[in-house]
């Protein structure tokens, strides 16, 4: 049995140095968001403009998905939450760097700003059961790989 604790950290720790994930809401297909993250909040916030497909779906608090894939492909999540749209100057202000700034003329003031807060709620995540030892392991029948991927995979409550 998988120690959800431990997949939950590891989850956190990739994301948050990757920041690269796949987001949509129901009628808006996933597309690539940065993440900003405030602190060791498990909130997650994306700068976008207000005139894009997903900013224009939240209007209201939406339900949405999150992919991630950790650049080494050595762990996966596909996470369930709640989309809305954070407009808090204080939030802002905190998250604002110069990446973010290239892509908003006017700056923090630009009319086309848009912060949208995702809430995690439940997450599947994967650990590479794909490895090398694992096929070592099942070449020289010395495991099972169904017991491997067992291993690899939990359901966590990141809430």
């Given at each position: 049995?998988?120690?959800?604790?431990?997949?939950?950290?590891?989850?956190?720790k990739?994301?948050r140095?990757?920041?690269?994930?796949?987001?949509?809401?129901a009628?808006?297909?996933?597309?690539?968001?940065?993440?900003?993250?405030?602190?060791?909040?498990?909130?997650?916030?994306?700068?976008t403009?207000?005139?894009?497909?997903?900013?224009?779906?939240?209007t209201?608090?939406?339900?949405a998905?999150?992919?991630?894939?950790?650049?080494?492909?050595?762990?996966f999540?596909?996470?369930h939450?709640t989309?809305?749209?954070?407009?808090?100057?204080?939030?802002i202000?905190?998250?604002w760097n110069r990446?973010?700034?290239?892509?908003?003329?006017?700056?923090k003031d630009?009319?086309?700003?848009?912060?949208l807060?995702?809430?995690?709620?439940?997450?599947q995540?994967w650990?590479?059961?794909?490895?090398?030892?694992?096929?070592?392991?099942?070449?020289?029948?010395?495991?099972?790989?169904?017991?491997?991927?067992?291993?690899?995979?939990?359901?966590?409550?990141?809430?």
């Open positions: 049995m998988p120690d959800k604790q431990a997949f939950e950290e590891k989850f956190w990739y994301i140095a990757d920041m690269t994930v796949m987001l949509s809401v009628g808006v297909d996933a597309r690539p968001m940065t993440a900003q993250f405030d602190g060791e909040r498990k909130t997650l916030y994306f700068f403009a207000k005139d894009t497909e997903i900013a224009q779906k939240v209201r608090a939406r339900k998905t999150l992919v991630y894939a950790a650049k080494k492909h050595d762990l999540a596909t996470v939450g989309l809305r749209i954070d407009n808090d100057r204080e939030t202000d905190r998250l990446f973010v700034a290239a892509w908003f003329e006017k700056g630009d009319p086309k700003l848009c912060l807060r995702f809430e995690p709620a439940d997450a995540i650990l590479d059961a794909s490895s090398l030892v694992a096929g070592v392991k099942m070449f020289l029948g010395l495991g099972d790989p169904k017991k491997d991927y067992e291993d690899s995979v939990a359901s966590v409550s990141l809430k």
